[in-house]
């Protein structure tokens, strides 16, 4: 089982920045995957960003490409989300995820960060 913990939520105006942390641990071995989600107050949770945990490619929500950034750091079990030029339409609790990109392959949650972005 493998456990996530998310990082680096918090409140920032319209246009600024955030970098959200995750951290894994236990039985990380298999874990091809990893990935970011979202979910608004009201809204089903949805795909932001995906890392493959070997070779590195990445994935993006139409949302989410040319503003966000995921990266990973094998040696820490680490993996990041930069995310820039917020909008107050990404007001949500971020979770950290292991499996794939879609909500039904998702392997292992983590317990989520607050982004609240201000107008």
Known sequence: QVQLVESGGGLVQAGGSLRLSCAASGRTRNTYTMGWFRQAPGKEREFVAAIRWNIGRTYYA????GRF???RDNAKNMVYLQMNSLKPEDTAVYYCATGGTEVRDVAAWGQGTQVTVSS
């Open 62 to 65: 139409d949302s989410a490409k």
């Open 69 to 71: 950034t995921i990266s």
